[in-house]
């Protein structure tokens, strides 16, 4: 971790974006308006969460979004959110997100040069019990010459321009990419604004830690299995909030291993590679990790639909290789035990 090396400067998300911007002569702001529509929704989000349960807003819908999740309220309201903040910026193209089956169209113009995809709450099944959850998005270059809106979106993570999460715990954490190294910011709720605290973040190479729902342990291909008990027979602790954001951003802090198998109701994996693993994979990396999905990198894989799913694991370099040690030791992708 690099502290940054101004420590009596106050830094600002929206002045380390405008600086960001001033490092490229031909920029247009429009990436640094989109960021800046973020850090607005980031706002409003964090603060309707606060009073989730006095405004009575906890609890499911009654309906499910397209990947047969059970929509919560504040998944609804924080996806009306992002979309009105980032519905009005100059720049964007296309708006995807977790909970809306089809893209959204902004402006058919060809100029608009960007698309950005989201989650807008990530692990919200957390929130009637005050746990942590968060906002992941990533930002793509608008491709206006593919032949479908879908089609323009499916790009891979190496694609990606920027990424980003917002984690609602104990503070409310920013943690931004755009390619040069990870940036940490923490809402200042005295005065509203996102405050840089660590610049360069570094992951830990290693870290004797996984976090994994071992509770599908006999759905797990037997290399995930004998992961385990290897970590089990060298003293490891297993940390597990369920919610993705805020397990990696402890692994990108302490260092460690998150980690999603294949499992017997989702054998493609559970996470969403546009909009979850691809945003995180490029953080994690960004921050001197790995991210895999199985044997394969994350950020390399071809997408084939917008909400498609996928394995992951990521974290610590060395982390990450040991698991895929026992996956390379198995030549298959066999669960350890016949499911019950
Ligand atoms: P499980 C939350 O629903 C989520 O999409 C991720 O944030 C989290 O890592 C995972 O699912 C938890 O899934 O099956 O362990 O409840």
């Known amino acids: 971790m690099t502290q940054d090396p101004t420590p009596n400067h106050l830094t600002t998300l929206e002045s380390h974006i405008r600086s960001e911007e001033s490092r490229h002569p031909g920029a247009t702001g429009a990436f640094s308006w989109i960021l800046a529509a973020m850090t607005l929704a980031a706002k409003i989000i964090a603060g309707k969460i606060r009073r989730a349960r006095i405004d009575d807003v906890l609890g499911p819908v009654g309906s499910s979004n397209v990947s047969g999740d059970e929509q919560q309220k504040l998944d609804v309201i924080a996806n009306e959110t992002l979309i009105r903040t980032l519905g009005d910026r100059a720049g964007v193209a296309i708006l995807a997100s977790e909970e809306n089956e089809q893209p959204i169209i902004l402006q058919t113009k060809e100029d608009q040069p960007y698309c950005v995809l989201f989650d807008p709450l990530d692990g919200s099944a957390n929130l009637?019990?005050?746990?942590?959850?968060?906002?992941?998005?990533?930002?793509?270059?608008?491709?206006?010459?593919?032949?479908?809106?879908?089609?323009?979106?499916?790009?891979?993570?190496?694609?990606?321009?920027?990424?980003?999460?917002?984690?609602?715990?104990?503070?409310?954490?920013?943690?931004?990419?755009?390619?040069?190294?990870?940036?940490?910011?923490?809402?200042?709720?005295?005065?509203?604004?996102?405050?840089?605290?660590?610049?360069?973040?570094?992951?830990?190479?290693?870290?004797?830690?996984?976090?994994?729902?071992?509770?599908?342990?006999?759905?797990?291909?037997?290399?995930?299995?004998?992961?385990?008990?290897?970590?089990?027979?060298?003293?490891?602790?297993?940390?597990?909030?369920?919610?993705?954001?805020?397990?990696?951003?402890?692994?990108?802090?302490?260092?460690?291993?998150?980690?999603?198998p294949p499992t017997k109701e989702y054998p493609h994996g559970k996470l969403r590679l546009m909009y979850e693993a691809n945003p995180m994979a490029m953080i994690v990396e960004q921050a001197g990790g790995k991210a895999f999905a199985g044997r394969r990198r994350i950020l390399q894989i071809q997408p084939e639909s917008l909400h498609q799913r996928t394995a992951v694991i990521m974290g610590s370099r060395d982390e990450v290789d040991r698991v895929l040690a026992h996956l390379d030791a198995q030549d298959t992708d066999s669960p350890a035990a016949a499911p019950p």
């Open 128 to 260: 009637d019990v005050c746990v942590s959850v968060g906002t992941i998005f990533s930002i793509l270059r608008h491709d206006s010459t593919a032949d479908s809106v879908e089609e323009s979106l499916l790009q891979p993570g190496t694609a990606q321009v920027a990424a980003g999460y917002i984690l609602y715990g104990s503070s409310c954490v920013f943690v931004l990419t755009t390619g040069h190294g990870v940036n940490l910011f923490v809402l200042d709720p005295s005065v509203g604004a996102f405050l840089l605290v660590e610049r360069n973040l570094r992951l830990p190479e290693s870290g004797k830690s996984y976090s994994i729902n071992e509770a599908y342990r006999l759905q797990f291909p037997a290399a995930y299995v004998n992961y385990l008990d290897e970590a089990h027979g060298q003293g490891y602790s297993s940390r597990y909030i369920g919610t993705m954001v805020a397990d990696i951003h402890r692994i990108l802090l302490t260092g460690g291993v998150f980690i999603y």
